[in-house]
């Protein structure tokens, strides 16, 4: 089956630093990848959508300038988390669709824990 | 918000069938019923997705009712690793995956 390979899968970082995620499809063109978080105990919460080549769709409550995602190729996007606070401390997983008529399933990268000191 | 509902909780025999239900009773007529399930600290997996019709994979069964308010995922055979927590989910066209709460199985020995 396809593959989404996200990294990296653990990081920790100081408060007011950014960290970038990566995520990328393998074996597949992705035209459309979607970032989540995760707290613990808790469902995956979509963050935003994001298409090849064009801006990101940031659901309510998700800051765009605090979340910035790139998606400049159509097997590679990229969330990065700016000024990272404790807050922000959470599982992030993103997932990726390839083309078609709409209804393939998405196919999940393994998440990366970001722990924020 | 999503658009299904799961109890929270399970338990299953090992060895017995394990049979996850879903309600969706908003689900419009281009809306395919999804299943994933998530084991701790890992990304979903896919397990099977349908329709209408009732589907069948290597991994699980998915029956869906006529009227397609509810569907049923069942496991035929439960082992150990399948405790996870699954997820039910219904979308279309919009390529949005809503995710709601889930329904945690534990598997017993």
């Known amino acids: 089956g396809a593959v989404v390979s996200q990294h990296p899968s653990r990081v920790i970082c100081k408060s007011g630093t950014s960290v970038k995620i990566e995520c990328r499809s393998l074996?597949?063109?992705?035209?459309?990848m979607f970032w989540y978080r995760q707290f613990p105990k808790q469902s995956l919460m979509l963050m935003a959508t994001?298409?090849?080549?064009?801006?990101?769709?940031?659901e309510q409550g998700v800051e765009k300038d605090k979340f910035l995602i790139n998606h400049a190729s159509l097997t590679l996007s990229t969330l990065t988390v700016t000024s990272a606070h404790p807050e922000d401390s959470s599982f992030y997983i993103c997932?990726?669709?390839?083309?078609?008529?709409?209804?393939?399933?998405?196919?999940f990268g393994s998440g990366t824990q970001l722990s924020v000191l | 918000d999503a658009k299904t509902t799961q109890p929270p909780s399970m338990d299953c025999a090992e060895g017995r069938a394990a049979n996850l239900p879903c309600n969706h009773s908003?689900?419009?007529?281009?809306?395919?019923v999804y299943w994933y399930r998530q084991i701790h600290s890992q990304g979903p997996q896919y397990i099977i997705h349908?329709?209408?019709n009732n589907e069948t994979n290597e991994m699980a069964s998915l029956i869906i009712t006529e009227d397609r308010k509810s569907s049923t995922l069942i496991l035929p055979h439960a082992t150990l690793r399948d405790t996870a927590v699954y997820y039910c989910?219904?979308?279309?066209?919009?390529?949005?995956?809503?995710f709601g709460t889930g329904t945690r199985l534990k598997v017993l020995a």
């Open positions: 997932s990726a669709r390839g083309a078609g008529d709409g209804n393939e399933k998405l196919f």
């Open positions: 074996d597949f063109q992705a035209t459309t």
């Open positions: 994001s298409n090849e080549g064009s801006k990101a769709t940031y």
């Open positions: 908003t689900i419009s007529g281009n809306e395919y």
């Open positions: 349908g329709l209408k």
């Open positions: 989910i219904v979308t279309s066209g919009t390529y949005k995956y809503i």
